[in-house]
């Protein structure tokens, strides 16, 4: 089954910039599916942060940011927090006929 | 606010049948326009989709449990269900309920019930 690449790890010092990529393939990104991006918390369900590529959901912070180009996805996270630590997960559709997840990041605010 | 909040047995046997449900508090099932999903995180790992079920009983499932899952609804209840079958300790994990927005293939997960841990064990 297709999945989607994501780095297991990032971290960034409070106020820094820090990105998170997603790459997939012509089976899902590249096919032009959109890619939607999660937020899950320690011992809490997933949150959804981002839809279609670039959409914030009410009340999630402007600070979150999405976009996509090619096979690949991207989420940025400016003036990181430290309740920013969490893992962080993407989604899209692939050509077999599935909803997949990203292999996750967590994000660690040193 | 919609809310989700699943309900089942917290231990399985091998080579049984999972039984999960749904109950759906804040909004109709039956009011159409969402799919209602079943999603499952192994211990320590990500997601994986299970599969999603709209009001009108169409089931879309994840090809690589397809053989071995059920999802159905009921509606009278405001509830959907998930049946995974001949489970092993593969099938133990985390098994969340959600709310699937969005259209076609470009579906997206918006409101999550807490999650219940299933473990498979004799």
């Known amino acids: 089954q297709s999945v989607l690449t994501q780095p297991p790890s990032v971290s960034g010092a409070p106020g820094q910039r820090v990105t998170i990529s997603c790459t997939g393939s012509?089976?899902?990104?590249?096919?032009?599916?959109?890619v939607h991006w999660y937020q899950q918390l320690p011992g809490t369900a997933p949150k959804l942060l981002i839809y279609g590529n670039s959409n914030r959901p009410s009340g999630v912070p402007d600070r979150f940011s999405g976009s996509k180009s090619g096979t690949s996805a991207s989420l940025a996270i400016t003036g990181l927090q430290a309740e920013d630590e969490a893992d962080y997960y993407c989604q899209s559709y692939d050509s077999s006929l599935s909803e997949i997840f990203g292999t996750g990041t967590k994000v660690t605010v040193l | 606010q919609v809310q989700l909040q699943e309900s089942g047995p917290g231990l399985v046997k091998p080579s049984q049948t999972l039984s999960l449900t749904c109950t759906v508090s804040?909004?109709?099932?039956?009011?159409?326009?969402?799919?209602w999903s079943w999603i499952r995180q192994h211990p320590g790992k990500g997601l994986e989709w299970i599969g999603y079920i709209y009001y009108s009983g169409s089931t879309y499932y994840n090809p690589s449990l397809k053989s071995r899952v059920t999802i159905s609804v009921d509606t009278s209840k405001n509830q959907f269900s998930l049946k995974l079958s001949s489970v092993t300790a593969a099938d133990t994990a985390v098994y969340y309920c959600?709310?699937?927005?969005?259209?076609?293939?470009?579906?997206?997960?918006?409101?999550w019930g807490q999650g219940t841990l299933v473990t498979v064990s004799s």
């Open positions: 012509s089976s899902n990104i590249g096919a032009g599916y959109d």
């Open positions: 959600a709310r699937a927005d969005g259209v076609d293939t470009a579906m997206y997960f918006d409101y």
């Open positions: 804040g909004g109709s099932i039956s009011s159409g326009g969402y799919y």
